[in-house]
């Protein structure tokens, strides 16, 4: 079945640890994208990606690194996890008409 | 710059009526693309509706209409016949090719709505 998975769905990690979160699409779409969902401020685009070898920033990139080899896959890198990236994490793709978001990543840095 | 703006932090309406969220848009692009998500309590995404700027007729969706005007720069939510599962955040989204030519995907803040019995 076509979807968009992420992985882990929770993770804990301590300060100052590199984490990735994974996020894989069978809809062949071209773009992707990275949000943060934290209370009082709704979802915030982190990265996106036109297409493989093509990301650019979004609102809130700081400390955050991705990249796109292939078109199925969107992996985002917290470099050095602060505490201020505890969040929930969503990633998405999207078609001409549609876009779907995975299941989310509930990551808390410790 | 992209705006997506939701007026309404929360609303609430009796089950089996009609209810409208608000949400009103800012880009100089003429191509664009407007959605509607749904986020429950349980977290997920849910993706629920899509309009875009040159299509010419509203979009619908079962119980779920785009009100679309393009003048104003608005794309408003209708949910007929609410039933107490439709209680949830709601979140309007907007695509276009903002400068540089790739497409964001930005969010509105989101409008909470609550079916009461």
């Known amino acids: 079945d076509a979807g968009i998975t992420q992985s882990p769905r929770y993770k804990i990690t301590e300060t100052g640890r590199q984490v990735t979160l994974m996020c894989h699409q069978t809809?062949?779409?071209?773009?992707m994208f990275w949000y943060r969902q934290d209370l009082g401020h709704g979802l915030r685009l982190i990265y996106y990606?036109?297409?493989?070898?093509?990301?650019d920033k979004g609102e809130v990139p700081d400390g955050y690194v991705v990249s796109r080899s292939k078109t199925e896959n969107f992996p985002l890198t917290l470099e050095s996890a602060t505490r201020s990236q505890t969040s929930v994490y969503f990633c998405?793709?999207?078609?001409?008409?549609?876009?779907?978001f995975g299941q989310g990543t509930r990551l808390t840095v410790v | 710059a992209q705006k997506i703006t939701q007026t309404q932090p929360g609303m609430f309406v009796q089950e089996k009526e009609a209810v409208t969220l608000d949400c009103t848009y800012d880009?100089?692009?003429?191509?664009?693309?407007l959605f509607w998500y749904k986020q429950p309590s349980s977290g997920e995404m849910i993706f629920l509706i899509y309009?875009?700027?040159?299509?010419?007729q509203n979009a619908t969706e079962g119980r779920y209409s785009l009100n679309f005007q393009k003048a104003r720069k608005s794309a408003n939510l209708v949910i007929s016949a609410s039933q107490l599962g439709d209680s949830a955040m709601y979140f309007c989204?907007?695509?276009?090719?903002?400068?540089?030519?790739?497409?964001?995907?930005?969010f509105g803040a989101g409008t909470r709505l609550a079916v009461h019995p």
């Open positions: 880009t100089s692009d003429p191509s664009y693309g």
């Open positions: 809809w062949s779409h071209s773009y």
């Open positions: 309009q875009g700027s040159y299509d010419q």
């Open positions: 990606s036109a297409a493989a070898d093509i990301t």
């Open positions: 998405a793709s999207s078609g001409n008409t549609e876009a779907f």
């Open positions: 989204a907007m695509r276009d090719s903002f400068s540089g030519g790739y497409n964001k995907l930005i």
